[in-house]
């Protein structure tokens, strides 16, 4: 496994702000991905990050609206732009590691939008 | 129609008790099964991970995927309070370390002492 960590855990944020989250890596990994988890709501990919090419984004989501940057093998930021109520949902990271078949989880960032 | 349907629960057990735990998915591609465990404020945690069809048992945690049928469950024996927790399922066409990982809503799980 891995071990992941996210910044900053929760926020508070105003309406038409943006907010960037980060995710750590201990090891390097080829694979990072982004999902939203809604209260309710099943887990949703954004998009996945490869270190060295642009972010793919699932249907449903764009890079103006969640630009990703991926500038090492252990290290990936999502930011979620210009926000609305609407975006208050939890955010995860996660990594699929070489040699396993699954993915790992960050413990999430909490957000908030007012 | 979601491409994978879970009770949301919330299930409620005695502690020891055999708890189990569905999903159904449409999507025949699917090839690659998963079962998290999230506990409340904390990320999703890989418990057990099967390929294609058949069963896998890791201590208390037994998993099973029926492809015919497009099922698949988490069985818990010996129900602790300590799994009181979200129980998500998820799955993929691909290897689920470079795929698209599509999840269940969850199912609430309470184990009581």
């Known amino acids: 496994s891995a071990v992941i960590s996210q910044k900053p855990s929760r926020d508070i944020c105003q309406r038409g702000t943006s907010l960037t989250i980060q995710c750590q890596v201990d090891s390097q990994v080829t694979m990072m991905f982004w999902y939203r988890q809604q209260p309710g709501q099943s887990l949703t990919l954004i998009a996945t990050?490869?270190?060295?090419?642009?972010?793919?984004?699932e249907s449903g989501f764009v890079i103006d609206k969640f630009p990703i940057s991926r500038p090492n093998l252990t290290f990936s930021t999502l930011t979620v732009s210009n926000m609305s109520p609407e975006d208050s949902s939890i955010y995860l990271c996660?990594?699929?590691?070489?040699?396993?078949?699954?993915?790992?989880f960050g413990p999430g960032t909490r957000l908030l939008v007012l | 129609q979601k491409e994978v349907e879970q009770d949301p629960g919330p299930l409620s057990v005695p502690e020891g008790a055999i708890v189990s735990l569905n999903c159904t998915y449409s999507?025949?591609?699917?090839?690659?099964f998963m079962w998290y465990r999230q506990y409340s404020r904390k990320g999703p945690e890989l418990l057990m991970y099967t390929y294609s069809s058949g069963n896998k048992e890791d201590g208390r945690f037994t998993a099973q995927v029926d492809k015919s049928s497009k099922y698949i469950s988490l069985f818990i024996r010996d129900s602790q309070p300590s799994d009181s927790a979200t129980y998500l399922c998820a799955m993929s066409e691909g290897g689920g370390a470079t795929n698209k990982l599509i999840f269940g809503t969850g199912t609430l799980l309470a184990v009581q002492p």
């Open positions: 999507n025949s591609a699917f090839q690659y």
């Open positions: 996660s990594v699929g590691l070489g040699g396993a078949e699954t993915q790992y």
């Open positions: 990050a490869n270190q060295g090419s642009e972010a793919t984004y």
